[in-house]
């Protein structure tokens, strides 16, 4: 039976349910758990809350799970898959003991990636919750989280992009013309990854073999992505297409992954089959994930938690299978969830820092749909908070609006400005090939050559009207 939790406030004494109800009701305000009934009824109820949890100790999350651990293989996850061992140093806090250590010199980077298999998700966004962004970004920034496929993902002073070619009906020409620009500005060291306007089979194969083309081709050390189904490259695997990298969109709780289509064991499947490729040169990281805060109540599968303690449940799935890139796609679902500007901020920081407290390659796709209130303005703000906090990737999408999904991004423009203003390099094997192909003549500097490169240039003047992007390809 779960607790009640209390505190008093002078002669006001304020009762909550449960773990799970002391959580939504110390979370900053947002439009989701406001549409959920989980929010803080008073700014009032949710300072005091936010008390209440500080005093919480961090062993009733293993002990009380918001989540039964009958109903949801989420929970099992986290708790059949939790080290003590790792747990032990940090064992003895309370929720606001743990970030005052965190905050602390001892907790350095080398200490905070021994615990991280310690911290569940809940922690985690527990102790999120009270925390300023600044403090979130102070603690992201000490965490180190490195993985690899063709290219080297999160190390320091390094900002990657996934250049996002998409088309509203994913012409061949229009994709490889936007490949191109964003290679000319330095994007793609993260992924080319391209969402398919026709999510079939078929179709994602055309897009693979497009883009293995032009990698092979030009020698470029990244790697691509379809983000299709998991079951759907699967299949692609199983009929022989170039798979780099497995795509699924997860969510925290067994409802929310139901809903998408998979469970546990179909990651573990694709993930053994995309390993069995052996593509990888620098590293055997084959997966990538996409999140975002709203998704298990969209689905109707949040269970009554506030939807940041479902998103961080989330980076528990996430976890289990080694993953290159994951992704919080932070404004995109909508105002119903994230409503203006401040509101996605403070998402994005959360999401980032979380996931790197629990050992993810945390980037972020900076965005916003048009009927939220929000503008290019506040993710110029959240684009800079998150490169100083050392975000492992952004989008990389021309002129910053996706034609395809009608939402607004970053642009390969913004990855530029936020590697200038930061003194942020791309990954390395990438900042070799820029300067090696002389599109930067100082990459880590971000500085881009004014002419042409002579290989793309070769390739352009030998292509006539109505040429098909694998030719395009094939110079």
């Not at 009958?70 to 059949?80: P, S």
């Not at 600044?134 to 002073?157: E, N």
């Not at 994602?204 to 073999?209: C, F, G, I, N, S």
Request: aromatic share 6%.
């Amino acid at each position: 039976m779960h607790k009640a939790y209390r505190y008093s406030l002078g002669s006001k004494t304020y009762e909550f349910r449960n773990l799970a109800d002391l959580m939504a009701r110390a979370t900053p305000a947002r439009s989701g758990d406001r549409l959920a009934g989980v929010i803080a009824r008073s700014a009032e109820e949710r300072a005091v809350a936010q008390m209440a949890l500080a005093e919480v100790p961090l062993k009733n999350f293993l002990n009380e799970v918001l989540i039964p651990y009958e109903q949801d293989e989420v929970t099992r996850l986290i708790i059949d898959e939790h080290d003590a061992l790792a747990f032990a140093p940090i064992s003895h806090f309370t929720v606001g003991d743990f970030r005052n250590w965190l905050l602390s010199d001892l907790a350095s980077s080398d200490m905070l990636a021994s615990i991280r298999n310690g911290i569940t998700p809940e922690m985690a966004a527990a102790v999120s919750k009270i925390m300023r962004n600044q403090d979130l970004i102070l603690v992201a920034q000490k965490c180190r989280v490195i993985t690899a496929f063709r290219s080297t993902i999160g190390l320091p002073k390094r900002l990657a992009t996934r250049l996002q070619p998409n088309h509203p009906t994913d012409d061949m020409n229009g994709i490889a013309a936007s490949i191109l620009d964003g290679l000319l500005y330095g994007s793609g060291d993260a992924v080319i990854g391209i969402n398919p306007a026709t999510d079939n089979v078929a179709q994602a194969t055309r897009l693979m073999k497009l883009m293995d083309e032009v990698i092979s081709k030009y020698e470029i050390p990244t790697q691509s992505c379809v983000l299709t189904h998991v079951t759907n490259t699967l299949e692609c695997i199983e009929q022989g297409a170039p798979v780099d990298l497995v795509f699924q969109s997860i969510g925290g709780t067994e409802a929310t992954n139901s809903s998408f289509g998979f469970n546990l064991a179909t990651l573990a499947e694709a993930e053994q089959a995309a390993l069995s490729l052996q593509r990888g040169t620098v590293g055997n990281n084959v997966m990538y994930f996409e999140t975002g805060q709203g998704s298990a109540l969209s689905a109707n599968a949040h269970h009554g938690l506030d939807q940041q303690t479902c998103e961080t449940r989330a980076y528990a799935v996430a976890r289990k299978f080694n993953p290159l890139l994951v992704n919080t796609v932070v404004g995109f679902i909508g105002p119903e969830y994230l409503f203006d500007g401040k509101e996605i901020i403070r998402a994005g920081l959360e999401d980032h820092f979380c996931a790197k407290l629990l050992g993810l390659p945390m980037g972020c796709d900076v965005c916003y749909t048009n009927h939220a209130e929000a503008d290019q303005n506040d993710m110029d703000n959240l684009l800079t908070l998150l490169g100083t906090a050392g975000c492992s990737f952004v989008m990389g999408i021309p002129g910053s609006d996706d034609i395809m999904l009608n939402y607004q991004t970053t642009s390969f423009h913004d990855a530029l400005y936020a590697r200038r203003v930061l003194g942020l390099g791309p990954s390395p094997e990438f900042e070799a090939w820029l300067e090696k192909m002389q599109i930067m003549s100082n990459a880590a500097g971000a500085c881009l050559n004014d002419a042409l490169p002579p290989a793309f240039a070769a390739s352009l003047k030998t292509l006539p009207a109505g040429n098909s992007a694998s030719e395009v390809s094939n110079g």
